[in-house]
Every structure is written in C-alpha cells, then in structure tokens.
C-alpha cells in the first residue's frame, strides 16, 4: 500500500512541476504564488497553503502568499524567525510537523480560529540561503509521512530555485528592506504612552510614498506624524524619506507643529515641486495631558476616551504640501488626551473602499476602536477593517495614554 502512495505521490508530483514550469514562464510573483498554492491544497489534499517570507532587515518572517489563511496577509502578518510554528521551520531550516496543534504550538492566533489541527512546514531556500516558509495545514487531526514532507519540501525547493522566482523575490526582499528604513524599525518606548503601529503595501513591490513617525525632543516633547505622499514604487518611497528627515529637522528648531508643516510645505514646494503630499503633525506635551495638532490636508485622527464614543477630533484642516503657493501661516488644535485615551491615526488605504462613502470607511473605523494596549487595538483595527487585499497602502498609528 505504502508503494502505492508514493507512485502516486510522485506521479501527482510530475503533473504539479509540469503545470509549475508552464506557469513560471508568464506570472508575476502575486499571481504564481496564488498558482502554486492551489496546486500544493490539490497534491496533499490539505485545507490551508501558506508562504511567509523572510525580510531581512527586521528578521522577520511576512504573510505573502495564503489560501485558506488569506487573513494572515490581509493583516499583515509578521513573526520573528525562532518564535511559532513557521519561527521554528525558519530557525531549523528543516521540516516541522505538529499532529496536535495546541496554543502551545503556534503564537499566530488566526491558525488557532481556524481550527487548523495538524500543520506540516519546510524551508524554503535558494542556493542554501533562506528565502520564506511553506507550511499547510488540515482542518482534521492527520499525521503527515515521510511522503508528504518529501513532496512540500520538492515543491519548496523547485519554487525557491525557479530563476523568474527567485529574482523577484528578491526584488521584492529590497524594496521591503527600504521601505523598513524609511519607517521606524521599533517605535521608541515613552514614559507615560503605549504605541503601536501597522504598515501593510497595496501592491506587489511592498513600497509606497505612506509613512509614519514617532520621536521624542530634547524638550520632553513626543513628536508624532503621518502622511502620505503620492503615487507609488520607488520615487515615492525616496520623496517620502526626504520629507520625513526634513519634518524632524524642522521639529527640533520649532515647537508649534503649524510652523513645522509652513517649514515643510515651502521645502516641498522648492524641492519636490509637483509633489501632493498630505501629513498630520501631533506635539504631545511632556505631562501627555495635551496634543497640538496641525494638518496638512490629511483625515483628522480618532480620539477615544474612556466613556465616550469614539469622534474625529475637531481640527482645521489646512490644503496639502504642494498645491499653490506656500501658505504664509498653518494652524494648530490644542486637544485633551485624558487617562486611557487612544489618538488613532491613519491613512485613506485603511478607510476607502472603491464606491463607497469615505464616511462609511471612517465609521467602520471608529467603530472598531475599543479600550486595550495599543497592539491588540491595531490588531483588531487591521481585522475588522481590511476584509480584502488593501489596493492602496495602509499605514496605520495608535498612541494610548496611560490609565
């Protein structure tokens, strides 16, 4: 019987690489990855196909690719090499599988609320380098063999060493690795406030001109800010670099966020001439009892306060970097941050959906915002906002005081 599963293991295994070389020839990254992940659910008749790839400058491994588990890239899922399941496959560069998944076992608690029971990952590498993990999974209790492990490990193998794929790949390692640099790798931890924050591409190259920052200055001042710079790819991604280093250059020298953007936008108009740039700059006072904010054609932020609802904070919204002439003078909103108050700010990716309201987006947000640390806060904000592939970057920031 053994002998006859495996011919046909093998025989199922000809069909899939013929069917693979065929595909290579013709697909982008996105759409061969969907390709061969169907494949590997039909070869070893699992539930669940996923692949996480390694970036390389944070050291972590990233939700590319799913069927069953598209949630796990819709919020973009990310786990450190060594921590969870996939951590364990990466960190061994060997095959892992679990008969009994338990919360033990894993730390991603999507593969738990899927009921996933039995789980089997291998490396997947090019020239012995790590590139990603390919793990499936099974929604009843099911021991993978020797023949299983053997065949995810072939199709791991023939997917890492495929020439198409493997450049793209890391093609797309690079851009993310530039697009981390721009971002803070780790927001700073502050006495008094709890931070978080989401990044998630809305496209194949993972690079885009949405942005973040938090910082402290040498006044007791936390400087916060986000933005978005225009179009997509590489030229926005340099653009925003450059905007984002001259906005902390000018917070060191000014202590009113409205002199901060009046600073930029002349920088923007002299330097980035016929770039659209919108940014919302927070001052919060070294007592984080007060926020001065100033914006620059950006959605207001949330504010919610223990006991409330959730609102948009009533500010003036002053005209983008880049349109017109530089304005002579920005405003500032001073807002109260009260005990167990959480400031959310974000970009339109997270709240637009094409012929829908921007409002309804908007409410869908507030709607999601709840109590709690500022990373389950973000966490539940990614799952009940983005129930599909973002078209558009999301960059997402929650900043809770302290009870």
């Known amino acids: 019987m053994a ?46 196909a996923t692949i996480l790839l390694l970036d390389g400058h944070t050291g972590e491994l990233v939700a590319t690719a799913a ?29 892992v599988t679990i008969y009994d ?20 990952g291998v490396p997947m590498l090019a020239n012995g380098t790590l590139v990603g993990v390919l793990h499936v999974g099974s929604l009843t209790l099911r021991r993978f063999g020797p023949e299983d492990v053997q065949l995810l490990q072939l199709v791991a193998d023939r997917a890492s060493s495929a020439g198409q794929v493997r450049a793209q790949i890391l093609d797309r390692q690079a851009a993310l690795a530039l697009q981390r640099s721009l971002l803070p790798g780790r927001l700073p931890e502050i006495a008094g406030l709890d931070l978080a924050a989401r990044y998630v591409p809305g496209h194949d190259l993972g690079i885009g001109g949405d942005w973040y920052d938090v910082f402290a200055l040498p006044s007791g001042w936390l400087g916060a800010v986000i933005g978005d710079v225009s179009g997509h790819g590489l030229p926005s991604a340099v653009v925003m670099g450059r ?134 806060l973000c966490d539940h904000i990614m799952a009940a906002t983005i129930d ?7 960059a997402l920031l929650a900043i809770r005081r302290h009870d």
């Open 243 to 376: 905007i984002r280093s001259a906005l902390r250059s000018y917070a060191l020298d000014r202590d009113d966020p409205a002199e901060v953007l009046t600073a930029l936008d002349r920088k923007i108009h002299h330097f980035e001439a016929g770039t659209l740039t919108t940014a919302l700059y927070a001052l919060i006072a070294p007592d984080r009892a007060s926020v001065h904010l100033s914006c620059a054609g950006h959605l207001p932020p949330l504010l919610a306060v223990p006991g409330e609802p959730t609102s948009l904070v009533d500010l003036v919204v002053d005209r983008p970097f880049g349109v017109g002439a530089p304005l002579a003078r920005r405003h500032t909103t001073v807002v109260d941050l009260p005990p167990g108050a959480t400031l959310v700010f974000y970009t339109d990716g997270l709240v637009e959906r094409r012929g829908e309201l921007i409002d309804t987006g908007i409410e869908r947000l507030a709607d999601a915002i709840r109590s709690g640390p500022a990373e389950a």
């Open 388 to 394: 599909e592939p973002p078209t558009d970057d999301v």
């Open 3 to 48: 002998d006859a599963e495996l011919v046909t293991n093998e025989e199922r295994l000809r069909r899939f690489e013929a069917i693979t070389d065929r595909a290579l020839s013709g697909l982008n990254i996105a759409d061969l990855f969907d390709e061969l992940l169907d494949r590997v659910r039909d070869l070893l008749k699992v539930d669940t």
């Open 101 to 120: 998944v338990t919360p033990a076992d894993v730390v991603n608690p999507i593969l738990l609320d899927a009921g996933i029971r039995a789980l089997l």
């Open 67 to 95: 069927k069953g588990l598209e949630e796990e890239v819709r919020r973009g899922f990310r786990i450190r090499v060594g921590h969870g399941f996939a951590g364990r496959v990466a960190a061994t560069s060997a095959p």
